[in-house]
């Protein structure tokens, strides 16, 4: 997330920060800032109906930029929107004070997000969204023998793709070299965007995931390599690689690493393990026990 412009008094937390949504997690971070009794300014499309001196209708939609006070929010996670509902609150030439209105975030468009007070919690998430590294704990790297891989940095709350790396790896032939020097440059990409992305002083640990050994097989590439060139801090940090199985090279093949008892294990004092734990046992509870699910304010503060 993009910080374009921060107004908040360090006297009460009032202010205004002016936000950009680039990237899906982004929008997440936004539904958790965005509360019932802020106010939203952002620019919006909105039906407007006109009236000719003969009595014809006519209407268009017009881009308006709008300030509501926030009266209900919507994250839809497959489109990746924010549905933000309220009253306009300053005069625009083509929306009266006090109609209620729907605006919709997207990635790319700028809105201008208010608050009575910016509190400790909203300051945290403001930051750790401007900065996805600030919260990460774990690395992970998934990786298959196609020529596909993923680095990824996952945080408390999300996991971020640092890097996606393609290389086209023909089938082994006999008498042929193209095979070992396509998944030579693989190793030697992936190895790159290891040295690039992966802080060693805030990361605990680096899972490396893989169907079959090409997981083992780039550790020991990466590591032939880091001595060979002097590369300190994946030397002095190999103890934080943890080697597990993955199904693919996808992102979606991370979440797979992070349920391995064996890996969890090794990973007990970092963050999202402890969320990851918590939702399986969440889980468990849910389908045992389905009478203790409630929704809603009024449904958890009564139980």
């Not at 899906?24 to 019932?36: C, P, S």
């Not at 990635?107 to 590294?133: G, M, N």
Request: charged share 25%; proline share 2%; with cysteine.
């Amino acid at each position: 997330m993009k910080i374009i412009k921060r107004q908040i008094s360090a006297k009460d937390g009032e202010g205004s920060v002016k936000l950009r949504c680039e990237e899906g997690e982004d929008m997440w971070h936004t539904f958790h800032l965005v509360a019932v009794g802020d106010r939203l300014r952002t620019t919006t499309l909105r039906k407007v109906v006109k009236e000719g001196s003969t009595g014809s209708v006519t209407s268009e939609k017009k881009k308006l930029t709008l300030t509501i006070e926030v009266a209900q929010v919507n994250f839809d996670a497959e489109s990746c929107t924010l549905h933000v509902a309220g009253v306009n609150v300053e005069e625009s030439p083509h929306v009266r004070l006090g109609a209620y209105h729907t605006v919709h975030l997207e990635l790319q468009r700028d809105f201008t997000l208010s608050k009575d007070r910016w509190d400790i919690v909203c300051l945290d998430r403001l930051a750790e969204a401007a900065d996805p590294v600030r919260g990460a704990e774990v690395a992970a790297v998934a990786m298959e023998g196609t020529g596909l891989a993923h680095v990824c940095l996952i945080g408390g709350s999300m996991t971020v793709t640092r890097a996606k790396i393609e290389v086209s790896i023909p089938k082994k032939r006999a008498g042929a070299s193209g095979h070992g020097k396509a998944v030579e440059r693989f190793y030697r990409a992936v190895h790159a965007a290891v040295s690039k992305h992966v802080d060693f002083t805030t990361i605990k640990a680096v899972l490396v995931g893989s169907p079959g050994f090409v997981g083992a097989d780039f550790l020991e590439h990466m590591f032939a390599e880091a001595v060979r060139q002097g590369e300190r801090p994946i030397i002095e940090n190999r103890a934080k690689f943890v080697l597990c199985r993955a199904s693919s090279g996808h992102k979606r093949a991370v979440g797979e690493m992070l349920e391995n008892p064996a890996v969890a294990g090794q990973l007990l004092e970092t963050r999202v393990v402890a969320d990851v734990r918590a939702f399986t046992d969440f889980s468990r509870m849910l389908g045992e026990d389905p009478d203790r699910a409630y929704y809603g304010f009024n449904h958890v503060k009564v139980r």
